[in-house]
């Protein structure tokens, strides 16, 4: 779970990154030039296959992981209290784990979906744009997706914003824990570990977030 969890740590940073150029208020000029070198470069697309298979082994892993922990006791211990043995999000990795998968479903279906498939999708009708630093190239409006995705759609805004604050409860446990399931376990350095996993976490998710809300708000255009 560490490894799988290493590399989505680092697809998030690279999706955020990309995605925060839509805030350079240009509309979307900047972010649709990256989306389009992502979408196109050959080795960044064999990636996508690597990611997908991360993710899938990262869920697969958790899954099993819950159930093995529920396994181990069976029987409840008669006096337990939880709130002074362990952090609550570290007690609802499957919780909220579950909820970030019902996001990143829908995540799919909006954005990844009529990318691949286009039209075939039916999802929503894909716009293209010409980017003039790729000598004219025709290529997909990303950032018009964004639009069609979030304005005037204030559920699907609360949906993405309740994903990534359940996200950034994951990846705050999450980081320390990638940490310590290869042994980096030190009295000097966790606290370094996990004051990195909460800024990184907070940075990330906030950034997230602003994107649906930004756009529903009217803030980039
Ligand atoms: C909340 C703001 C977010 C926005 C506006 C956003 C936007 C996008 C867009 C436009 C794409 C399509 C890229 C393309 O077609 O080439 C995409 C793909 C994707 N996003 Fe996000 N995203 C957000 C958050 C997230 C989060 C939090 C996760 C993970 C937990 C995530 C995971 C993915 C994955 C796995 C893909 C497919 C990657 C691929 O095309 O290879 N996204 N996103």
């Known amino acids: 779970m560490g490894l799988t969890g290493f590399f989505l740590i680092s697809f998030l940073i690279v999706h955020c990154f990309?995605?925060?150029?839509?805030?350079?208020?240009?509309?979307?000029?900047?972010?649709?030039?990256w989306g389009h070198f992502?979408?196109?470069?050959?080795?960044?697309?064999?990636?996508?296959?690597?990611?997908?298979?991360?993710?899938l082994?990262?869920?697969?892993?958790g899954l099993?992981?819950?159930?093995?922990?529920?396994?181990?006791?069976?029987?409840?211990?008669?006096?337990n209290k939880p709130g002074k043995?362990?952090?609550?999000?570290?007690?609802?990795?499957?919780?909220?784990g579950t909820l970030i998968l019902m996001f990143l479903v829908l995540h799919l279906y909006h954005f990844w979906l009529p990318s691949r498939f286009g039209g075939m999708a039916n999802v929503h009708a894909l716009e293209t744009t010409?980017?003039?630093?790729?000598?004219?190239?025709?290529?997909?409006?990303?950032y018009r997706e964004m639009q069609i995705v979030f304005q005037g759609n204030i559920w699907v805004v609360i949906v993405y914003?309740?994903?990534?604050?359940?996200?950034?409860?994951?990846?705050?446990?999450?980081?320390?824990?990638?940490?310590?399931?290869?042994?980096?376990n030190h009295k000097r350095y966790t606290p370094l570990i996990k004051a990195i996993g909460v800024v990184y976490s907070v940075v990330i998710c906030l950034l997230f977030a602003l994107m649906p809300i930004s756009i529903y708000m009217d803030w980039v255009n």
């Open 18 to 33: 990309i995605n925060s150029m839509i805030f350079f208020n240009d509309g979307g000029e900047t972010f649709n030039h």
């Open 38 to 55: 992502m979408g196109s470069n050959l080795i960044i697309r064999t990636m996508e296959i690597g990611l997908f298979l991360f993710l």
């Open 57 to 61: 082994i990262h869920i697969i892993q």
């Open 64 to 79: 099993m992981l819950w159930a093995q922990n529920n396994a181990a006791r069976p029987i409840k211990y008669a006096m």
């Open 85 to 96: 043995n362990s952090a609550w999000y570290s007690r609802s990795m499957g919780l909220l």
């Open 130 to 142: 010409t980017l003039g630093d790729y000598a004219g190239q025709e290529a997909h409006n990303l």
């Open 161 to 184: 914003v309740l994903g990534v604050i359940s996200l950034c409860w994951h990846l705050i446990h999450g980081f320390q824990s990638a940490f310590q399931t290869f042994g980096i």
